[in-house]
């Protein structure tokens, strides 16, 4: 006879729950990643706004992307001046990031990038204890770079006096 403590252990039953939807079996297959696994990534791009002074509203910043590079393995160019980034202050102290830009690529090509994310220092922090993080999304009409409307990205602030950094991964 099986050991009971076998048939009913955590791991079988995270792979049991996650493998039954509606009553239905899925395949091995489909499963969930183990809680274990790593996602793994890879640089998609460095991306360097230009800002102008913020628009202070209260609880809600406007700050204007001016212009701006970005450079990475497979795509590389220049920012336009007409973006910007609506940032709401919450009471604890965290500000919600909502950036609109557009980026002119080497070749002529336009990609709108979208991203919200999250910034946050804690109190008496230095700027290395910030957590920045974002998630952009891209629009094209260029046949070359739709690969980018299919990728999930994850940036990572990078602090810089008077400009808006990141480095931007794919995850693969």
Do not use: C
């Not at 955590?10 to 049991?16: M, W």
Request: charged residues 20%; without cysteine; aromatic residues 10%.
């Amino acid at each position: 006879m099986a050991d009971a403590r076998q048939l009913f252990s955590r791991r079988f039953f995270t792979k049991s729950a996650a493998a039954v939807v509606g009553g239905t079996l899925l395949p091995a297959e489909l499963w969930a990643q183990d809680a274990g696994a790593a996602l793994k990534s890879e640089l998609l791009m460095d991306v360097v706004f230009d800002v102008a002074t913020p628009h202070n509203l209260g609880s809600r910043m406007i700050v204007p992307v001016t212009g701006g590079t970005f450079t990475g393995p497979k795509l590389k160019g220049t920012a336009l001046s007409n973006g910007g980034d609506w940032i709401t202050r919450r009471p604890d102290g965290a500000s919600l990031l909502n950036v609109r830009a557009t980026l002119k690529t080497d070749d002529d090509q336009l990609i709108y990038m979208t991203y919200d994310g999250v910034m946050y220092t804690p109190p008496g922090g230095k700027p290395a204890d910030m957590y920045w993080r974002t998630t952009p999304r891209f629009e094209t009409g260029s046949q070359k770079y739709e690969w980018l409307t299919r990728v999930v990205a994850v940036g990572v602030g990078v602090p810089t006096p008077g400009k808006a950094a990141y480095r931007v991964f794919q995850i693969l």
